[in-house]
């Protein structure tokens, strides 16, 4: 990359279901990583959604209503900081640096119940001045399209030669350190600008989801209803969450 940073900034969220208007985060780590992958700080979050946390999500992730009524901040709490520090953390470290981007696995996801969560709790959204995101998912989706396999973090990462831990999936601060590694494969083979690696995202994100919408259609698989399936070509935010009052 012709202005690679020299620090990412990296994010991850567990929650309590994948509805990203609906459901809640339960937990969040944000992390300043440079280039030999390592911290240079780090902040994990545990939030108390004061909704129930289904069985299936604690199941995947660990967290149960239990553990996060005693370890979690209020939900209003939690969200204000973790929105305060991602925009902390982009900052340039002088006048004149550049502004670190955000890097995150499945990227659209995240920022989008991240977005929710703050018009929820009315907290600024300066998460709409967010310059530049960087999505290994979509990366190598774009970089090796016909690969054949699952695009699952770790799978994603083994194949770049990072090893993975697989009893520490699901946790919020080990997904980060896979995706900050896996950030730093797709800005070393980017040639262009940060700029333009972010731009060019935005193309990818949607003929992958047309593509993904052709091949449900092709299968005849569709809606409970009986509708086609439209996939939201939203990205780094969802569509429908940018519409949210």
């Known amino acids: ?4 940073p020299d620090h990412i900034v990296v994010f991850d969220t567990e929650t309590g279901g994948t509805d990203v208007c609906n459901d809640r985060i339960v937990q969040a780590f944000i992390g300043l ?3 030999d992958g390592q911290w240079i700080k780090k902040r994990e979050i545990f939030i108390n959604p004061e909704v129930p946390v289904s069985p299936e999500a604690s199941e995947v992730h660990g967290l149960t209503n239990e553990f996060l009524a005693e370890n979690g901040v209020p939900p209003e709490v939690g969200i204000e900081q973790i929105v305060s520090t991602l925009y ?16 995150a696995y499945n990227a659209a996801f995240d920022l989008s119940i991240l977005t929710a969560e703050a018009r929820r709790y009315d907290i600024p959204e300066t998460l709409a001045t967010v310059p ?16 054949p396999g699952k695009r699952k973090q770790s799978f994603v990462a083994e194949h770049y030669g990072i090893p993975v831990d697989e009893s520490r999936l699901h946790d919020a601060a080990y997904d980060c350190e896979l995706a900050g590694r896996l950030g730093w494969v797709m800005i070393d083979a980017w040639q262009g600008t940060l700029e333009s690696l972010h731009d060019r995202q935005v193309g990818w994100r949607e003929e992958q989801n047309q593509s993904l919408e052709d091949y449900f259609d092709r299968e005849g698989i ?17 569509d429908k969450v940018r519409v949210l009052s």
């Open 222 to 238: 569709r809606n409970e209803d009986g509708s086609k399936i439209i996939i939201d070509r939203g990205w780094p935010v969802y």
């Open 33 to 35: 990583m440079d280039r």
């Open 132 to 147: 530049y995101v960087i999505d290994p998912y979509v990366c190598d989706k774009a970089k090796d399209k016909y690969r």
């Open 1 to 4: 990359m012709k202005d690679a």
């Open 88 to 103: 902390l953390w982009m900052q340039p470290r002088k006048r004149r640096g550049q502004t670190k981007p955000i890097v």
